[in-house]
């Protein structure tokens, strides 16, 4: 059984809150990551390059540590989206949005800092949003408030009500860390989770 430190490599509550179910200790650490696309970058390949990325920033810091990073990245009719950050770009994303589907792609890397193996993945889900009215969208944002949240609503709290269906393999995901994977990851570096 592994006894390294964990280290969240992210600020992200919802991403802490995630991995406090697994009821193991970590601490967070903060990664300076620039979070532009590349040109031409899928939005695939720019959540999984950011995870890795977003890992490798903290490792210095922690350099026994078994680090995760993870990233998500939005997609809606070929166009990468991301946190709306202001009630003007939530709503205009939540309008983009009704009637289709979004795909979020969330990575995730575990990087074993004494070893230097980095393992990463990236999780898919498929968001498709009820044909909303102005109104709904409006009501659904002043209550909310998911300015911080890529496509603008919240799968874990109202914003299930704004949605016609969602796949994917694991639901954490979508909220912004897929936990399924994670545990994989982490039994493959020995670390015990029962």
């Not at 890397?109 to 004494?114: F, I, M, Q, T």
């Not at 909303?132 to 009500?161: M, N, T």
């Amino acid at each position: 059984m592994s006894s390294q430190l964990l280290v969240l490599a992210s600020t992200s509550i919802y991403r802490s809150e995630l991995l406090k179910r697994l009821q193991l200790p970590f601490e967070t650490a903060a990664p300076d990551v620039d979070e532009t696309p590349l040109p031409g970058e899928s939005a695939r390949a720019t959540s999984l390059r950011l995870a890795q990325e977003k890992a490798r920033a903290v490792a210095a810091a922690y350099p026994d540590a078994l680090i995760i990073g993870s990233d998500q990245v939005a997609l809606l009719d070929g166009q990468q989206i991301g946190k709306p950050l202001t009630h003007d770009n939530a709503v205009r994303q939540l309008r983009a949005m009704r009637g289709k589907t979004t795909t979020f792609y969330t990575a995730l890397a575990l990087l074993n800092g004494k070893t230097g193996n980095i393992q990463a993945e990236v999780a898919e889900n498929h968001v498709t949003l009820r044909d909303l009215s102005d109104d709904e969208i409006e009501a659904y944002l002043l209550k909310e408030q998911p300015y911080h949240c890529a496509g603008s609503a919240k799968s874990e709290g109202l914003g299930i009500a704004l949605m016609s269906s969602m796949t994917g393999n694991d639901p954490n995901a979508l909220i912004g860390l897929p936990l399924i994977l994670l545990c994989d990851m982490l039994r493959r570096e020995n670390v015990s989770l029962f």
